[in-house]
């Protein structure tokens, strides 16, 4: 579907000037949401061992982070829709800085589930929806290439954080580390003051005067549409499931992040199964990292082009399938050269879905109802986001191989970018179906008016 135009929208979007800076703002405020919760895996075992915790007990704390940063999506929304980008992911800021400080002087796990997982992931969730929307408000002709570039955040700070955490591990303890990277994290706060409001010039039937106005979405349920801005401050809008796009995608989507992380938690131990040792297995996901930096962007450049943005949707159905693809081929790979190549591809395909994931929802709903559509799919994401890594290792400890872990994975995959493809083609067969019929009945009933007009003169 093509972009919506200036004359729709009511204004024209910058796409770009001060939207680069919003950009560089929301790739700071992403790449912490998103690498955050790995990251904190190498603190683990000082953490155990320090406070006398199972594994199973400490794993809890990246499981409990990830699941509020997604379920705290609708109130994000809601805090976004009523105050705006810019405060919400100051105030983001401040909670993950002041959980991850408070973290470091904690001496039982519960005290660094409270602080780390559920108010370090809350400060995650504002940061992330808030960043997303306020792309949506700058950018609409550019807007694949700048969700790329904020997206990039990710690997980037995935590459960069994580050894910069084992060498204040070193150096620090884990109390220090935590302690320094709270205030690393206070940086969001800067990155939220970059996200200044859309200031548009607007007519008055009064005065003349200038108005921050929100970008209108250019869609044929123009219905739906209206309910956003009216449910705006509602903590979960429901009406978003009479969408027939949001739905497709939605269901697409959640069987997408099912089968998405399992793999990156387990290809280590894998790569050691297959005789690699322990410092190039860690090295893979390293590999991953830094090939999925430049994939983001590159995708964001590629989706802004005149023959892909049409076809957006068509496009992230194909990067999904890719990326099932490499998961089902994986076992065929033996040798440390070959898991480094499915790595390459691993991290093609998972940048390219990441980059066009929130892009594509965006096109689908607009960005009226974006912030309400993002809330409410983070919050059901939470559910396969826990359930994925601990269904794969368990069906590991049932078979015993690996290799059966990438076959679930890549199979659900396949078949969420698979059913994606075929929803789509029926869901713009449909819409044009519905414009045809509405051009129709518009047709008629002028020309009925237009009878009922000549009836009128005759008598007269």
């Known amino acids: 579907m093509s972009p919506a135009s200036a004359k729709t929208l009511g204004h024209k979007p910058l796409d770009g000037g001060w939207g680069w800076m919003v950009v560089i703002g929301a790739h700071i405020s992403i790449g912490f949401a998103y690498s955050t919760p790995k990251v904190l895996s190498i603190f683990y075992k000082p953490i155990q061992e320090d406070l006398g915790v199972s594994s199973s007990e400490i794993a809890w704390i990246s499981s409990i982070m990830l699941a509020a940063m997604y379920a705290g999506g609708p109130v994000s929304s809601m805090l976004v829709s009523r105050f705006g980008s810019r405060p919400i992911v100051i105030l983001g800021g401040l909670m993950c800085g002041v959980s991850m400080v408070t973290a470091s002087f904690g001496n039982s796990i519960v005290h ?53 955490n084992q060498y204040l591990l070193d150096k620090f303890g884990w109390r220090g580390s935590l302690l320094i990277l709270g205030g690393l994290m206070l940086n969001c706060c800067v990155a939220g003051a970059l996200m200044r409001p859309v200031i548009v010039p607007r007519k008055q039937t009064s005065c003349a005067s200038e108005k921050m106005v929100e970008e ?39 069987l997408f992040i099912f089968g998405a992380y399992a793999p990156i938690v387990f290809l280590p131990a894998y790569a050691i199964s297959q005789g690699v040792d322990e410092y190039s297995a860690a090295y893979l996901l390293s590999i991953m990292g830094f090939v999925d930096m430049f ?21 992230f159905s194909f990067a999904m399938v890719f990326n099932g693809t490499c998961h089902l081929l994986c076992p065929l790979m033996k040798s440390h050269g070959l898991l480094i190549g499915y790595t390459v591809f691993f991290g093609i395909g998972f940048g390219m879905v990441f980059a066009l994931i929130f892009e594509c929802l965006m096109d689908l709903m607009g ?53 994606l493809f075929v929803a789509n083609i029926y869901h713009y067969h449909m819409l ?9 009945a518009q047709n008629q009933k002028s020309t009925e008016n237009q009878d009922q007009v000549s009836e009128s003169e005759v008598e007269m």
């Open 367 to 419: 960005s009226q109802c974006f912030p309400s559509a993002v809330g409410l799919v983070t919050i059901i994401e939470c559910f396969p986001m826990l359930l994925g890594p601990p269904t794969a290792g368990l069906l590991v400890d049932l078979c015993g191989d690996y290799k059966y872990l990438f076959f679930m994975c890549g199979s659900v995959i396949v078949a969420g970018g698979l059913f």
């Open 432 to 440: 044009e179906k519905e414009k045809t019929e509405k051009d129709r």
């Open 216 to 254: 209108q979405p250019d869609k044929n349920n123009t219905k739906l549409k209206a309910s956003c801005m009216k449910d705006a401050k509602i903590f979960i809008n429901l009406s978003l499931f009479k969408d027939r796009g949001f739905v497709f995608y939605l269901i697409g989507n959640v």
């Open 112 to 164: 660094i589930y409270f602080f780390i997982g559920i108010i370090g992931g809350c400060g995650l969730s504002l940061n992330l929806n808030a960043s997303l929307t306020i792309i949506s408000k700058y950018f609409l002709a550019k807007r694949p290439l700048a969700n790329g570039l904020a997206m990039a955040g990710s690997p980037v700070f995935l590459c960069l954080v994580a050894p910069l």
């Open 295 to 315: 994939i983001r962007p590159g995708t964001g450049l590629v989706a802004n082009s005149k023959w892909i943005r049409p076809r957006i949707q068509y496009f």
